[in-house]
């Protein structure tokens, strides 16, 4: 009995200790620099240039999707699986024009959780 309270004592110990948070998170030159906020976000020419990127992608992919419509000896099948292509190459050319822009926005990438920019 005297065993197992004292593996009980020593795993609750070990647990509390574990637990404790480490000082590198408790650093109070740790702060956002305030001064300069509005350079952090996109201004309207920024946004148009992005929507002109995501209008143009769109352009292209409609514009192929509708040259193989139009395409007189061509299977339904063989149309219908193109196009299904097609639009997946769209998606994934938005998801990744959207991922540049926010990635680009993104406050974590130079704000308080990245370590290495200290000010």
């Not at 020593?10 to 620099?33: F, G, P, W």
């Not at 193989?68 to 994934?92: D, M």
Request: net charge positive; glycine share 2%; aromatic share 8%.
């Amino acid at each position: 009995m005297k065993q197992l309270a004292l593996v009980v004592l020593i795993a609750a110990t070990s647990l509390s200790v574990s637990a404790q948070r480490n000082h590198r998170d408790n650093d109070r030159r740790d702060r956002v620099e305030r001064n300069h906020d509005k350079y952090d976000r996109f201004d309207r020419r920024e946004k148009e240039q992005f929507q002109r990127q995501i209008a143009r992608i769109n352009h292209e992919y409609d514009s192929k999707i509708r040259s193989i419509q139009r395409a007189p000896f061509t299977r339904a099948r063989v149309k219908s699986r193109r196009i299904n292509e097609l639009e997946g190459e769209r998606r994934y050319a938005l998801n990744e024009c959207r991922a540049k822009f926010y990635r680009e926005m993104d406050y974590a990438e130079k704000g308080r959780n990245n370590r290495k920019n200290k000010w």
